[in-house]
Nanobody, 122 residues
Framework: QLVESGGGSVRAGGSLRLSCVAS????????VAWLRQAPGKEREGVAR????????YYNPSLEGRFTISRDDTNNTIYLQMNDLKPEDSATYYC??????????????????WGQGTQVTVS
C-alpha cells in the first residue's frame, strides 16, 4: 500500500514536499517512483529511486527543480519540489516496482500505486 500526502496550493516559485508512505511488499518492491498527471494529459514519470544504492533518475524536463529521496527507517519516499511552475499542477502519484526491472520498465507501467495527492500552482 502506498499513501501520498503533502499536496496543496502554492504560488509560482514556491516549494512543496510530497511524502509517500509504503507498507507491505516493501522487501520486494524496492524501486519507487513519483509520477504526475495533469487534466487532459498523459501520466508521466517524474523521478525514481532504488532502495539499495540510492540510484536516482529524473525526467529531464524538470530542469533540476525536483529531488527524490527516501527514509527507509520509516518506509517513506519524498519528492522535494522547488521553483514550482503552473505547469507542475497535477495529481502526483507514487508507485513501486521490483528492483530487477526498475530501470527497464516505464514508470507508468509500475504495478503498485497510491491514490495520489493534488498539487496546484498558481
Amino acid at each position: 500500500q502506498l499513501v501520498e500526502s503533502g499536496g496543496g496550493s502554492v504560488r509560482a516559485g514556491g516549494s512543496l514536499r510530497l511524502s509517500c508512505v509504503a507498507s507491505g511488499y516493501t522487501d520486494d518492491y524496492t524501486c519507487v517512483a513519483w509520477l504526475r498527471q495533469a487534466p487532459g494529459k498523459e501520466r508521466e514519470g517524474v523521478a525514481r529511486i532504488l532502495k539499495y544504492g540510492g540510484h536516482t533518475y529524473y525526467n529531464p524536463s524538470l530542469e533540476g527543480r525536483f529531488t527524490i529521496s527516501r527514509d527507509d527507517t520509516n518506509n517513506t519516499i519524498y519528492l522535494q519540489m522547488n521553483d514550482l511552475k503552473p505547469e507542475d499542477s497535477a495529481t502526483y502519484y507514487c508507485a513501486m516496482e521490483i528492483a530487477s526491472i526498475c530501470t527497464t520498465r516505464k514508470m507508468v507501467d509500475f504495478r503498485q500505486w497510491g491514490q495520489g495527492t493534488q498539487v496546484t500552482v498558481s
